[in-house]
């Protein structure tokens, strides 16, 4: 026990490093799926311009998604509308966009 008591100090350091690591892991992840989001929204909005998508294909994409890749969550037609809309309402805002999608 007394060699632990000894060594608390750097242990704490060491968890330290851990801990920041880990903080900014979680945040290069959020980075990544915030890009994914942006990415998805602006290929759907650019579909429903220009190809006349709608809320059905898009129910079928979510549907062809859970059935092809069914690991992957967060992707009901309603997360998908709401990613367009994301990419819609920054677009055009050429100091906001790159900041939003750095949001943690």
């Known amino acids: 026990m007394a060699d632990i008591i000894q060594y608390n100090n750097d242990f704490e350091n060491i968890i330290a490093f851990i801990e920041h690591s880990k903080a900014r892991a979680i945040k290069a992840v959020n980075a990544e ?4 989001y942006w990415q998805i929204g602006k290929y759907i909005s650019e579909k429903a311009a220009n190809n006349g998508w709608g809320k059905s294909v898009v129910q079928d994409f979510s549907n062809f998604l859970k ?10 037609s309603q997360n998908i509308w709401r990613m367009k809309q994301f990419y819609e309402t920054y677009k055009d805002n ?9 949001i943690t």
């Open 33 to 36: 799926m915030i890009e994914m």
């Open 67 to 76: 059935q092809t890749y069914p690991s992957a969550s967060g992707f009901s």
């Open 94 to 102: 050429e100091k906001l966009s790159p900041l939003v999608r750095e």
